[in-house]
């Protein structure tokens, strides 16, 4: 990697920084001095505590969206403790509880903006890999410090352990915000969940404690123990059984498919009841096939989502601590993250990884 870049990230702003980055499409973290900006006047600078990994933190280190800008810092699910506010900060104080989920900017004025939906500004920020309205490029949560404007921080309750919070920011707001918008959070409806990964994890918890009943789909018999004993979910469909799946036929209010991988939808959309919603949040690379005789024959629904805007992602999290929706999480070192991005490729895992930066990042400077 190009030396001067390494340079001008250390010296392009006055506050010192300190992370783990991704050099070129290897993907391969190590350890990176870089800089923050100075705190603007509705700025909030935070010390990092805890930050999650997401699989989108996997693609982009590797460059597999083809949009990675390198030296990269990954980390969309960033908790900590603000140290310092700036002059016009209304929100928030020193020592207040915080986190950063996906986005730290957006345009403020367009439509989506107005209706709080700054996921869908065309001109969002991202918190890693991105041109923030300086021109500098963004950095991310595996890192010693954080700024954010105050618009984008959320406060994290007193009774949510900072370490549960982290995920949320990403994976519960992506589950979160499809169940309200497409009205599947009504007790006594019946939802399903398709994968049962970190996402499908929180969409069962979410699901219940809204009360709904809820069948999980999974390709795995494997996880049918996880599904029904730790998870309560009410029942479990492997979906490349046929009986099984055509036993449930017509049964469920609405689908949250959370899989990323190619998968097909024709099983899927039999389940649902008439005019019931397939909602896609996972991000297969390749298109997936789409049948339609099922939707005519149904007023079936197939729609999208993706994270949240800050309303609702403080909302969330709000609902998070109010039920003790917490999602099952193991915690990490920060010299391991390689090790958690291989098992995260072999989807070696059955719960976030969350890295403990406030005691381990400061392990590695020496």
Not at 175 to 191: A, E, I, M, Q, T
Request: include cysteine; hydrophobic fraction near 40%.
């Amino acid at each position: 990697m190009d030396p001067t870049m390494t340079r001008l990230a250390e010296e392009e702003h006055p506050n010192k920084a300190f992370g783990w980055a991704a050099r070129d499409s290897s993907g391969v973290l190590s350890p990176f001095k870089f800089s923050r900006r100075a705190t603007g006047e509705k700025d909030v600078v935070f010390k990092v505590l805890y930050c999650g990994i997401c699989h989108s933190d996997l693609h982009m280190a590797k460059n597999e969206w083809g949009m990675s800008v390198y030296p990269l810092v990954p980390g969309h699910e960033i908790v900590g403790e603000v140290t310092e506010v700036g002059s016009k900060v209304q929100k928030f104080n020193v020592g207040d509880r915080v986190g950063v989920g996906c986005v730290v900017g957006s345009c403020q004025s367009c439509d989506s903006c107005k209706n709080n939906l700054e996921n869908y500004c065309p001109k969002s920020i991202l918190t890693y890999g991105a041109e923030y309205h300086d021109g500098s490029i963004t950095y991310g949560g595996y890192s010693d410090t954080m700024v954010a404007d105050e618009h984008f921080i959320v406060r994290i309750p007193d009774n949510l352990p900072l370490d549960v919070a982290a995920p949320m920011l990403c994976a519960g707001i992506t589950v979160y915000s499809p169940l309200r918008y497409y009205g599947l959070d009504k007790p006594g409806l019946h939802v399903g969940v398709v994968g049962l990964g970190g996402l499908g994890n929180v969409a069962v918890k979410f699901a219940k404690a809204m009360g709904a009943k809820v069948t999980v789909i999974s390709t795995s018999p494997s996880k049918k123990k996880e599904a029904l004993e730790n998870l309560d979910a009410d029942s479990f469909l492997v979906s490349r059984d046929q009986d099984q799946v055509q036993g449930a036929s017509g049964t469920l209010d609405g689908i949250i498919d959370t899989v990323s991988a190619q998968h097909p939808l024709f099983p899927l959309l039999g389940l649902l009841k008439s005019h019931g919603k397939l909602v896609l949040v996972g991000a297969p690379e390749k298109p997936l096939e789409l049948p339609v005789f099922p939707l005519l024959q149904g007023r079936k629904v197939i729609g999208g989502s993706m994270t949240g805007g800050m309303k609702e992602t403080q909302e969330m999290i709000d609902f998070t601590a109010k039920h003790s929706v917490k999602p099952d999480i193991e915690v990490i070192a920060m010299e391991y993250v390689n090790t958690a991005m291989e098992r995260l490729l072999k989807a070696d895992v059955k719960s976030r990884f969350v890295i403990d930066i406030g005691n381990t990042l400061k392990a590695t400077t020496s």
